[in-house]
Every structure is written in structure tokens, then in C-alpha cells.
């Protein structure tokens, strides 16, 4: 389709040169104020692309998170997208539209292609049969390298027309986003799609630990403490996030309290069945029995860790708490 849509162009210029291209005279203004336009728009692109390629080179980290993954690509694709809104609203020269077809086609290419990519890549990410998704990754790449191809007649083509006309005050960039067309190839990408999913990184974390009833915060010796209302019992609600790129499954959530008075803890502990990366689960206890008055508790929440996980530091947390 695009080899079509580039014979297409090149027959309806030499339709237009033979007709009435060589009967009309240049309007050399229009030209420069077309270029000028022109010109952020096709930078902007180029740095869009280099988000895009910044993206693609920290997958291996990124992977760990899918959804804040998904949201920069949902970035990059409606970027894309207003870019080709922009060029769709130019203002073009009469010497110039057979060929600013060839730059509505690149952008239209480039956001097609990121838009597609984005749930390819996220699928890919967790699918069982990853040659399916290779297969697709591969042609939203393809769609990136015809954009390249599209943009480059583009710039030859209106180059040719400003030296025929004598402009030199203006030029356009060049602009890429697939410098390597072999990364476009089915079998590279899915070997790119094993390896990436054969980095496995494991890590729990213990986000955030509320208890009710809520109470006032001071500081004591250096350390946080919290004040708690009189109380016979209190619930305690600790926020478990999966920070690998892994699922996990039966991961144990426990939880310890005892006080400067009796250093005997009490402890209750529930069972993640399974949480899957970038998720974060709330876990409720109930029916905690603290001691009252100026006797400082110490509450210790422990989730994990999993097998192979290596950074178990943000695994815990201890809280220093009173009830009156």
C-alpha cells in the first residue's frame, strides 16, 4: 500500500508538471512561510521518536511497571496525533500539495504505528504465545521504518521545488525514528521479546500502613510516633505493592505488636493468593490489643519476601504508636 500511495505521487507530479506546473509561477513567500510551518512540525516529530526510542532502550526496566509503561506510550501516541492534526491544518502552496501528501502520510504512519504498538507490547508482556505478538510488533515497526521512507521523498521532493525556485533562506530537517530496519524483522523482535521477558526481577513492598482509629503524629528520641485515641482494639490496614515484573502467588503478610511493657508479641498473618506486577493490594487486620496509657507499641509489618527477590529492605516497616 505504501509503494501505491509513492507511485501515486510520483504520477500525479508529473501529471502536474506536464498540465500546469510549468505554466504558474512559483509564489516564493508562500513557500517560505509553508517551510517555516513545516519545520517545528517535522523536529517535533524527530524528538517524539526520540522519547519513543528512549522508551524502547529501558523496557527492561519499565516492564516492572506495565501501567506507568502504558501511560508514557498513551503519551507518545496522542503526541503523534496532534501532530498530525497540525500538518492536516497547514496552509499549503499549489506547488506544494502533491507532495505535502507525502508528509500527511508519514505522520499518519508514525501515530498508527504507536498506536498499535502500545497494546502489542503491554500484551506481549504476560501473552503465552509470544510469536503471535512478535508478528504484530513486527509490522508496527515496519509502519515506522515506511514512515521514515515517506518523510525522506517528502524533503527530496520539496528541497527539489525551493532550489527551483530559488529559495535558500529555509530548509527541512531530517527526520527518523527507525534507524535500524533490521530491528523491524519478525525473528528479532521475538528474540528481543524472549530475552526481555527472561529478565526476571522479583520485589514486594510494604507502601503504606494506616491504622483506625487514626490519631496525631509527634516526635520522640528521632523517631515518628503516633498518638492514638482510647480504643479497646485497633484495625491496621498495610498496602502491598508488587514492584517486579513477575506475578506472585501465595505471598504471606504478617504483622507483629508488642510493647515496652511485654515484649511477648501478638501476631496475625494473611495470604496473598496472587498479585501481579505494578499492582497494589490492601490487607485488613483487625482486633490488635494495645497497651494504654504513656506505654509505646511497636507495630511490625512484614510482607514476603519471594523467592529470588534481592532487595528486601522496603519489605517491613516498623510504627511506634500510643493510646491513651
Known sequence: MIIIAIVVLLLGCWIFNMTCGGSKKTDTSALNEYVNRVRPIAE????IGQNWSAIQGSLAQQIANPDSLNEQLKV???????LLDQARALDVPE?????????LICLEQ?????????????????????????????????????????????????????????????????????PNWENAAQGKVESFLVGLR?????GLAVETVTMKPEGQLYEEGGETVHALPTSDDIGVTVSVQNQGNRPEKDVVVSISLYSEANLTPSKQEQTITSIEPGETLQIV??????????????LE????????????????????????
Open 110 to 178: 508514525r501515530y498508527r504505528a504507536v498506536k498499535n504498538y502500545r497494546p502489542d507490547l503491554i500484551n506481549a508482556l504476560t501473552a503465552v504465545d509470544i510469536a503471535v505478538y512478535a508478528k504484530s510488533i513486527s509490522e508496527d515497526l515496519q509502519q515506522l521504518m515506511y514512515s521514515d521512507g515517506s518523510y525522506k521523498f517528502y524533503k527530496q521532493s520539496v528541497t527539489e521545488i525551493l532550489n527551483e525556485s530559488n529559495v535558500t533562506e529555509v530548509n527541512l530537517p531530517d527526520s527518523v525514528w527507525l
Open 301 to 324: 509489618v512484614k510482607v514476603g519476601p519471594v523467592p529470588k527477590e534481592a532487595f528486601i529492605d522496603n519489605n517491613q516497616k516498623l510504627i511506634y504508636f500510643t493510646v491513651e
Open 44 to 47: 517535533a516529530s524527530t524528538s
Open 76 to 82: 507518545i501516541e496522542q503526541q503523534c496525533n496532534d
Open 285 to 298: 487486620f483487625s482486633g490488635l490489643k494495645p497497651a494504654t496509657g504513656d506505654v509505646r507499641n511497636i
Open 95 to 103: 506547488s506544494i500539495k502533491t507532495f505535502n501528501a507525502a508528509l
Open 198 to 202: 527472561g529478565t526476571e526481577l522479583h
